[in-house]
C-alpha cells in the first residue's frame, strides 16, 4: 500500500487549501482501514488531525468545523479541505493508513498506523 500526499501550499489566514492523499496498492481494502491525516509544526511532536473510514469521521478539537475529509472512491483519495486556516495550522501534513480495527479507540496513536504518505507543507501567513 502506498500513499502520496499533496496540495499542500502558501495561504493566507482565512483561507482555504485542499490536500489529497491518494492511495493504491494491491490488497487495500476501504472497509478494512483508517485513513488519517497529523501533521508537525516546528519544534511540536507529530499530532492527530483527522481520521475516516467507512461511515465514520473524528476531528480534533482543533479543526473541528474549519477541517473536513472525505473520500473519492473512484479516484482511491482521501481529501482534507482545510477552511477558515490558521497561522497555527501551519505545519507539514501526512496521511496515514492503518487498520480500523486496530486503531479507531487510538486515533491519535501513530504508532498504530502501518503505512504513510510523504509531508506536504502548509503554511499559513498572518
Known sequence: ?????SGGGLVQAGGSLRLSCLISGSGFNWDDYVIGWFRQAPGKER???VAWRVGSTRYADSV?????IS????KNT???????LKPEDTAVYYCAAGRSSL????????SLYEYWGQETLVTVSS
Not at 473541528?64 to 473536513?68: A, C, E, I, L, N
Open 71 to 74: 473520500r473519492d472512491n473512484a
Open 64 to 68: 473541528k468545523g474549519r477541517f473536513t
Open 1 to 5: 500500500v502506498q500513499l502520496q500526499a
Open 103 to 110: 486503531i479507531w479507540s487510538r486515533l491519535d496513536d501513530k
Open 78 to 84: 482521501v481529501y482534507l479541505q482545510m477552511n477558515s
Open 47 to 49: 499530532e492527530f488531525v
